[in-house]
């Protein structure tokens, strides 16, 4: 068990809906990242916080956004969704922005 | 940009010593981890490299050249419980992303 939550583990929806992940790091981490993992495309950075700010982007789409609350729980907001979207989404968190990161359980994200 | 590569798949026998490859190709390189991951699960840390050489840790070993580009995860002594993908990932400059190979699938055998 790392310390990172994630909710929910699984979520079935359709596409074009809206969907929110939740994300708590471990106790004293300030940075959350936010990764996708699908069959075809391996584990891919979308976004990083580091108490509270955006620190660096990846490959997010548009449709996607995230952000940091002030307790640094993180939120992956994922809307007009697409069949394509059908992922693990991972959140991993570290104490600052450079030292080890550590995966949360992860949400399964199945859209029909 | 980031261009990491490792072997799709592999085999080993149960007891036996296995080494993963990987090699990467960057803009920046600020370390380089490496993760394991059964499937469905949250990937999970196993080593990091930042200077040239080797880093051991019980069965486990890392082994980084810089000046090449390469890195390698040594596994030994392989139990059933270490079939999985093992994941190579370059953290870069600016120390915040990381990007991933596409992993390693390891399938031990009795």
């Known amino acids: 068990d790392s310390g990172v939550t994630q909710t929910p583990k699984h979520l079935i929806t359709a596409t074009g809906q809206r969907v929110t992940l939740r994300c708590s790091p471990r106790s004293g981490d300030l940075s959350v990242y936010w990764y996708q993992q699908s069959l075809d495309q391996g584990l891919q950075f979308l976004i990083q916080?580091?108490?509270?700010?955006?620190?660096a982007k990846g490959n997010i789409l548009e449709r996607f956004s995230a952000q940091q609350f002030p307790d640094l729980h993180s939120e992956l907001n994922l809307s007009s969704l697409e069949l394509g979207d059908s992922a693990l989404y991972f959140c991993?968190?570290?104490?600052?922005?450079?030292?080890?990161?550590?995966f949360g359980p992860g949400t399964r994200l199945l859209v029909l | 940009g980031q261009n990491i590569d490792q072997p799709t798949e592999m085999t080993a026998t149960e007891g036996a010593i296995v080494q993963i490859n990987c090699t990467y190709q960057?803009?920046?390189?600020?370390?380089l981890f490496w993760y394991q991951q059964h499937a469905g699960e949250a990937p999970t840390f196993l080593s990091y490299?930042?200077?040239?050489g080797l880093e051991e840790k019980g069965r486990f070993s890392s082994f980084l050249s810089r000046s090449k580009g390469y890195s390698y995860l040594l596994l030994k002594e392989l139990q059933m419980k270490d079939s999985a993908s093992y994941l190579c990932a370059v953290r870069d400059n600016a120390g915040n992303m990381l990007t991933f190979g596409g992993g390693t699938r390891l399938m031990v055998k009795p």
């Open positions: 960057t803009s920046g390189f600020n370390g």
């Open positions: 991993a968190s570290s104490v600052f922005g450079q030292e080890t990161q550590y």
């Open positions: 916080y580091y108490n509270g700010e955006e620190r």
């Open positions: 490299n930042v200077l040239d």
